[in-house]
């Protein structure tokens, strides 16, 4: 009888060799000379790009981040200048956060290597392979949500 595939084990490799393989192309980047965005910078800049304005609960939402996080982030992202927080014109005490131009100017390079990544990632499965996949991740996001 076959094992079953070690799926905790799979996934969990997965993410760490991807994130290994991100951080050396940056690396690579960086000796070059340019300072490219984290993985988590590229995330607030590709949703600000979809829903410039959002409020900071909306992003941390967005990015399945708790909001200190998100915060964290997006105030190392103001030290860029790449993003900045101002208060809702409808409530002083919420923030929106709004792209700006050496944030949007970051997001060429972005989706190029976003989409080279995916390549890479996808190469040699079908459509049908790829649904099946992408549907087992989102099964596995919502397993924390059951309480079971």
Do not use: C, K
Not at 82 to 88: E, G, L
Not at 102 to 114: H, M
């Amino acid at each position: 009888m076959a094992h079953p595939p070690r799926l905790v084990y799979l996934l969990g490799s997965a993410q760490r060799r991807l994130q290994q393989w991100i951080a050396a192309q940056q690396e690579r980047a960086a000796l070059s000379g340019t300072r490219p965005p984290t993985p988590a910078q590229a995330g607030v800049l590709f949703v600000l790009a979809r829903s410039d304005g959002i409020t900071m609960g909306q992003l941390a939402e967005a990015l399945d981040l708790a909001p200190s996080a998100a915060s964290g982030l997006v105030q190392r992202m103001e030290a860029l200048d790449w993003v900045a927080r101002r208060p809702s014109p409808h409530d002083a005490r919420t923030l929106q956060l709004w792209l700006l131009p050496a944030g949007q100017a970051q997001l060429p390079a972005l989706r190029t290597a976003t989409q080279s990544i995916n390549q890479r990632l996808t190469a040699g499965f079908t459509d049908a392979e790829l649904h099946t996949v992408a549907r087992w991740l989102e099964h596995v996001q919502t397993l924390g949500d059951s309480h079971d």
